[in-house]
C-alpha cells in the first residue's frame, strides 16, 4: 500500500493535465463522483472562486468546514486553512492544491519560540489568530479571526492577562477598540505590509471622492487613514450597504472579485502595493499557488492530504471550539 501511495505521489508531482479538456467541467465532474465539496477563500484566483462550492473568509471557511458531510474537503486557500478544516472535520479527506501554499504569519510563530514566549506570561490567556500552525492552536486559549477578533478578547475577563498572537497589526488593532492590555507576538502578514502609503496617498489624492476600506492587518498609519476597518467579509457587505460608490480597497486584490459582482455599479480600486506586479496590488503568493491545473490533480489523485497528529488535533480543537462557542 505504502508503495502505491508513493508512485500516486510521484504521478501527482509529474503530471501534466490532458490537453484539450475542459478544466472546469472536469474538476466538476470529478468533484460529483467522488462525493467531494471544494471550498475556498476570497483571495484565490477567479476561477476558482467561480467553481467553489462555498467561498468566504476564515472565520465563514472554518463554520462551513465543521458542517460538510462530504467524503472529501478540496481547500483551496493556504495550509492552515486545511488543517483547520481538518481539526474540525477529522473525519473528511481534506486535500490541499499545493502543499507549499503556506502563510507569512503562520512561519512568523514558530512553535519552540511561541512556548518560550508562553511560559513567560504563565498567568495569561492565549488568543490567537487562526492564521496560525496547528501547533501553535493547541498552545492557545481561544482561536480568533479578524471577524471575531473584538468578540473574543471582550469575552475574556478583563482582570485576565492576555497574549494576543501572531499579527501584531490586528492585535494593536483591538487593542485601540477593546482598550486591554495585549501581550503581542511580533508577527505581519507580508500581503498587508506590502501596500504602498506613499503611493496609496497618491492615489487618494487621485480618487479624493473614495473611500479607503482597509483589514485590519494593515500598518497602523493606514488603518488611521481609512474611513471603515474590518475582516474581509466585512470589507465586502460594506461595499454593498454603503451609499457611496467608490471605494479604494486595502487588502489582498483577491476579494474584488466578488465585490464587482455583488456591487457592479460601484468602482473598487485595489490598494497600490510596494512592489509592481501584474495588477499593481497586493497578492499573496500563496494563496495564487491555488490554480485550476492542481485543483484538477488534486481531485485526480486525491493528494496531497493534510492530517493533524492527535495530540495537537485535541488541543487546537478546543481552542477553535471555545472561538465558535462565542
Known amino acids: 500500500?505504502?508503495?502505491?501511495?508513493?508512485?500516486?505521489?510521484?504521478?501527482?508531482?509529474s503530471r501534466s493535465v490532458p490537453d484539450g479538456i475542459d478544466l472546469k467541467a472536469e474538476i466538476l465532474n470529478m468533484k460529483n463522483e467522488k462525493n467531494a465539496v471544494i471550498l475556498a477563500?476570497?483571495?484565490v484566483s477567479e476561477d476558482?472562486?467561480?467553481?467553489?462550492?462555498?467561498?468566504?473568509?476564515s472565520l465563514?471557511?472554518?463554520q462551513a468546514s465543521k458542517k460538510q458531510s462530504a467524503d472529501i474537503i478540496v481547500f483551496c486557500g493556504v495550509h492552515f486553512m486545511a488543517e483547520t478544516a481538518k481539526i474540525l472535520n477529522p473525519r473528511a479527506k481534506v486535500l490541499l492544491p499545493d502543499l507549499n501554499a503556506g502563510c507569512s504569519l503562520a512561519d512568523a510563530a514558530p512553535e519552540a519560540e511561541f512556548m518560550a514566549f508562553k511560559a513567560q506570561y504563565p498567568d495569561a490567556i492565549v488568543v490567537s489568530y487562526i492564521n496560525c500552525s496547528s501547533e501553535i492552536k493547541a498552545l492557545s486559549d481561544y482561536i480568533c479571526t479578524s471577524s471575531?477578533?473584538?468578540?473574543?478578547?471582550?469575552?475574556?475577563?478583563?482582570?485576565?492577562?492576555?497574549?494576543?498572537a501572531p499579527d501584531k497589526n490586528l492585535g494593536m488593532y483591538v487593542q485601540q477598540v477593546t482598550g486591554r492590555d495585549l501581550i503581542l507576538w511580533d508577527g505581519a502578514c507580508i500581503v498587508h505590509e506590502n501596500i504602498s502609503l506613499d503611493k496609496l496617498q497618491g492615489l487618494m489624492e487621485k480618487h479624493p471622492d473614495a473611500s479607503l476600506i482597509a483589514h485590519p492587518e494593515c500598518l497602523p498609519a493606514l488603518l488611521e487613514r481609512a474611513s471603515f476597518v474590518g475582516s474581509t467579509k466585512a470589507l465586502l457587505e460594506h461595499v454593498q450597504v454603503s451609499s457611496?460608490?467608490?471605494?479604494?480597497?486595502?487588502t489582498e486584490a483577491g476579494i474584488l472579485y466578488q465585490m464587482r459582482k455583488a456591487a457592479?455599479?460601484?468602482?473598487?480600486i485595489p490598494a497600490p502595493a510596494l512592489e509592481s506586479n501584474s495588477c499593481a496590488c497586493s497578492e499573496c503568493p500563496y494563496m495564487k499557488m491555488n490554480t485550476l491545473e492542481k485543483l484538477y490533480n488534486t481531485l485526480y489523485y486525491e493528494l496531497p492530504e493534510i492530517n493533524v497528529n492527535e495530540k495537537t488535533q485535541a488541543g487546537a480543537l478546543k481552542a477553535l471550539n471555545n472561538m465558535l462557542s462565542i
Open 1 to 13: 500500500m505504502l508503495f502505491e501511495n508513493e508512485i500516486a505521489r510521484v504521478g501527482y508531482l
Open 41 to 43: 477563500h476570497y483571495y
Open 48 to 57: 476558482i472562486q467561480s467553481i467553489a462550492d462555498f467561498v468566504g473568509d
Open 60 to 62: 465563514a471557511l472554518a
Open 148 to 164: 471575531n477578533a473584538i468578540e473574543v478578547v471582550n469575552a475574556i475577563p478583563k482582570d485576565k492577562h492576555i497574549i494576543f
Open 244 to 250: 457611496l460608490s467608490k471605494f479604494i480597497v486595502a
Open 264 to 268: 457592479p455599479d460601484k468602482l473598487i
